[in-house]
């Protein structure tokens, strides 16, 4: 039990383009996702937090405008990279939890590369 | 936030039991311990949470002691395919739960 699945897994793209990743809580209704991003050989950076039906809360430093995230139903999230950048290539994570007793679930990140 | 402190590698062989020890020295009333395991280019998995005492899953076992300023990650008769980053974290089990990853452990499983 406690699948999360995220879409695309890998994603190459050209500069300026916006690009969508979908992360689903398979077999359980998510409360609270989070989105994580990931550099190589470093550690998960928290880039936000949503709530379904409400609007994400984003950590200092990451731009809400760059980082579209939607909540939209309890199982699932988007996260929306807008006008990417070549230094918006990264490792895109999702988590989601059922409740906040219970710990957070993760996808298997999504690969973005951009040209 | 609770600030945490774990090795930043470990190297073991395959059939020894790894223990995996974490500080956090300031935890507050409300934060549970949570470790995750993840292998290069995918997410983390969630191996195993706990308050106090210890826990046991089927994977692994949680000692904490009393004062909670420490735990450890205790991962019996590992095998190659154990070899990974182990993050430690704490968080507050009420709204949020945001979790803060740190440099984890990198575990080396030799055959």
């Known amino acids: 039990g406690a699948v999360v699945s995220q879409h695309p897994s890998w994603v190459i793209c050209k500069s300026g383009t916006s690009v969508k990743i979908e992360c689903r809580s398979l077999?359980?209704?998510?409360?609270?996702m989070f989105w994580y991003r990931q550099f190589p050989k470093q550690s998960l950076m928290l880039m936000a937090t949503?709530?379904?039906?409400?609007?994400?809360?984003?950590e200092q430093g990451v731009e809400k405008d760059k980082f579209l995230i939607n909540h939209a139903s309890l199982t699932l999230s988007t996260l929306t990279v807008t006008s990417a950048h070549p230094e918006d290539s990264s490792f895109y994570i999702c988590?989601?939890?059922?409740?906040?007793?219970?710990?957070?679930?993760f996808g298997d990140g999504t690969r973005l590369s951009i040209l | 936030l609770a600030k945490i402190t774990q090795p930043i590698s470990m190297d073991s062989y395959e059939g020894q039991e790894v223990n995996i020890t974490c500080s956090h020295n300031?935890?507050?009333?409300?934060?549970?311990i949570t470790w995750y395991q993840q292998f290069p280019s995918q997410g983390p998995r969630f191996i195993i949470q706990?308050?106090?005492t210890k826990v046991t899953n089927e994977v692994a076992s949680l000692f904490i002691p009393a004062d909670r300023k420490s735990s450890t990650l205790s991962l019996p008769r590992v095998s190659l395919s154990d070899t990974a980053v182990y993050y430690c974290?704490?968080?507050?089990?009420?709204?949020?739960?945001?979790?803060?990853f740190g440099a984890g452990t990198i575990l080396r499983v030799k055959s």
């Open positions: 988590s989601a939890r059922q409740n906040y007793n219970q710990p957070q679930h």
């Open positions: 077999d359980f209704q998510a409360t609270t």
């Open positions: 949503s709530n379904e039906g409400s609007k994400a809360t984003y």
């Open positions: 300031n935890i507050a009333t409300n934060d549970y």
């Open positions: 706990g308050y106090k």
């Open positions: 974290l704490v968080g507050d089990m009420e709204y949020g739960n945001k979790l803060v």
